[in-house]
C-alpha cells in the first residue's frame, strides 16, 4: 500500500508542472454520480414474467452463465459490481423491474408501490435511484406506441408513461433526490414511409398529454431519447434527433443523448457543448457502438475521453446527468458492469488531471503546435497512479484485483443457478 501513497505523491509532482492540484481533482470526482443501467445485469429481461421477448429494435447477444431469476438475485449482482466501483451512484431501473409477487398487471396500471423493495435497497446502499417506462417487449408494442395511428394503443402508452413519472416522483420523493424518468420509444418504420409527419404529429400530442400532469421538480426530472434506427425499424424513427431537439426547446423536459443513436461517425462528444448553450441540463447514455447501435461495454476510448473533457471542460459536471447503456451477455454481466462504470470514472479523472484553461490560453494565442504536444505528453502522465490511490481511498480494489472477486462470485454465485 506504501507504493500506492509512494506513487501518488511522485504523480503530484508530475501533475504540478501544469498547476493540476490533485487533491480537487478526486474531491470534484468523487462527487459525480453516474447512473447505473441495472438491464445490463439481466439483458433487459425484467421481472414482469408474462413471456414476451425484448423487442423494439434492441437485441442483446450472448448466452453467459448467471443470469439473475428473480429481483433479489440482481439486486446482489448489483451489489456485488458496486463494491468494486468507487464513489456514490445511482442505479437506473426500468418499469419491467416493477416487483408485483407474481401478480399480474398491465403497465398501464402500474403503481410506486411496485418499486418499495428497490427504493429501500437503494436506502440501505446509499444509491440514487433513475427510472424508466418501458415501451418496448410487450404486444401493443410492436406496430408503434405514443405515435400509435390505434387511439386505444396510444392511450395505453400514454397511461403507461404517467404512472412512470408518478413513480419517478415518488422515488423521488422517498430518496429526498431527484429521479431522471427517461421516455424511449422504438416507433418506426422497417421500409420507406409514406407518412413521416403524422406520426410525429401523434407522438407530440401523446408528449403534451404526458407532460402535462406537473409533478415536483425537486423530486423528477423528464428527459426524451432520440434514435437514428433500430432493427427492423432501418428506415425511419419517429423520435428522431430533430424531433426531440426541438420538442425539449422551451421546456423543463430535458434531452437525452445516446451515444449509438447517431450515424457511425457522427459522436455525441461534440453535440454537448450545443445542447448545453440552450438547455441548463443534459442527459446521457454513454453506450458504445460497433458499427450500428449494439451497446457494447463502455471502453476507455477516445470517444469517451471526449465525452468526459467536454462534461469537464465546460465547467457542466452538475449540468450533465451521465448514464450508461450498454448490455452484453457474452461476459460476466456484473463484470461488465465494473469494467464500464470504472471506465466511465476513469475518463472523467483524465478530464479533470488537464491543463484546460492553459489549453484554452495556447488554442486563442493561436500556438496549435504547443496545444497539440501537451495534449500528447499528458496521454504518459502517471494517470493510473492516481486512479490507483482514487481507488485505494475510496476502499475498492486497484487496478484488475477485482477480476479474481468476480471469478469468485461466478464459481460460487452464476454457476449454480440454473
Ligand atoms: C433499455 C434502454 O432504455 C434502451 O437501451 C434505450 O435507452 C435505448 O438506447 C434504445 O436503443
Ligand atoms: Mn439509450
Redesign the pocket.
Known amino acids: 500500500m506504501n507504493n500506492v501513497l509512494q506513487r501518488y505523491e511522485e504523480a503530484k509532482v508530475c501533475y504540478s508542472k501544469y498547476n493540476i492540484d490533485l487533491e480537487s481533482c478526486l474531491k470534484k470526482l468523487k462527487k459525480i454520480r453516474i447512473s447505473i443501467?441495472c438491464?445490463q445485469g439481466d439483458d433487459?429481461r425484467g421481472f414482469e414474467n408474462n413471456g414476451n421477448n425484448l423487442s423494439?429494435?434492441?437485441d442483446v447477444t450472448g448466452n453467459y452463465p448467471g443470469v439473475p431469476r428473480n429481483p433479489e438475485e440482481l439486486r446482489s449482482d448489483l451489489e456485488v459490481a458496486l463494491k468494486q466501483i468507487p464513489g456514490n451512484h445511482k442505479i437506473n431501473l426500468?418499469a419491467i423491474y416493477a416487483e408485483s409477487n407474481g401478480e399480474k398487471i398491465e403497465r398501464n396500471k402500474i403503481v410506486p408501490e411496485l418499486f418499495d423493495n428497490w427504493i429501500n435497497w437503494a436506502k440501505s446502499n446509499n444509491l440514487g435511484l433513475d427510472f424508466?417506462p418501458?415501451l418496448?417487449s410487450h404486444p401493443l408494442a410492436d406496430n408503434g406506441t405514443l405515435s400509435s395511428i390505434d387511439n386505444s394503443i396510444r392511450d395505453f402508452w400514454i397511461e403507461h408513461c404517467i404512472s412512470c413519472r408518478k413513480i419517478g416522483e415518488y422515488i423521488g420523493k422517498k430518496l429526498n433526490d431527484q429521479c431522471l424518468t427517461?421516455i424511449?420509444i422504438?416507433d418506426g418504420s422497417k421500409d420507406i414511409p409514406a407518412d413521416r409527419l403524422g406520426p410525429r404529429k401523434r407522438l407530440k400530442k401523446s408528449l403534451d398529454e404526458i407532460f402535462s400532469i406537473n409533478l415536483n421538480p425537486k423530486y423528477i426530472i423528464d428527459s426524451v431519447?432520440s434514435?437514428l434506427f433500430?432493427i427492423g425499424l432501418e428506415s425511419y424513427t419517429v423520435g428522431s434527433h430533430e424531433f426531440y431537439m426541438n420538442y425539449t426547446n422551451g421546456k423543463s423536459v430535458l434531452y437525452?443523448l445516446?451515444a449509438?443513436?447517431f450515424h457511425p461517425t457522427e459522436y455525441i462528444s461534440d453535440k454537448i457543448s450545443s445542447m448545453l448553450l440552450f438547455k441548463d441540463k443534459l442527459a446521457l447514455?454513454v453506450?458504445r457502438p460497433v458499427r450500428w447501435?449494439s451497446?457494447h461495454v463502455i471502453i476507455l476510448n477516445d470517444e469517451l475521453n471526449e465525452i468526459s473533457k467536454e462534461i469537464v471542460r465546460n465547467n457542466a459536471i452538475d449540468k450533465v446527468l451521465i448514464g450508461l447503456?450498454f448490455?452484453d451477455a457474452s461476459i460476466n454481466r456484473v463484470a461488465a458492469l465494473v469494467i464500464g462504470t470504472r471506465n466511465m470514472l476513469k475518463s472523467l479523472l483524465l478530464a479533470l488531471l488537464m491543463p484546460n484553461d492553459y489549453l484554452v490560453e495556447l488554442e486563442e494565442k493561436k500556438d496549435f503546435t504547443s496545444r497539440l504536444a501537451i495534449m500528447e505528453e499528458l496521454k504518459t502522465f502517471p494517470f493510473g497512479d492516481v486512479w490507483n490511490y482514487y481507488c485505494h481511498i475510496s476502499n475498492v480494489p486497484l487496478e484488475s484485483e477485482w477480476l479474481n472477486i468476480i471469478k469468485k462470485y461466478e464459481e460460487d454465485v452464476f454457476l449454480k443457478r440454473k
Open positions: 443501467n438491464w433487459i423494439g429494435g434492441i426500468h424508466n418501458t418496448f427517461n424511449w422504438p431519447e434514435k433500430g437525452l445516446d449509438g443513436h447514455h453506450s447501435d451497446d447503456d448490455f
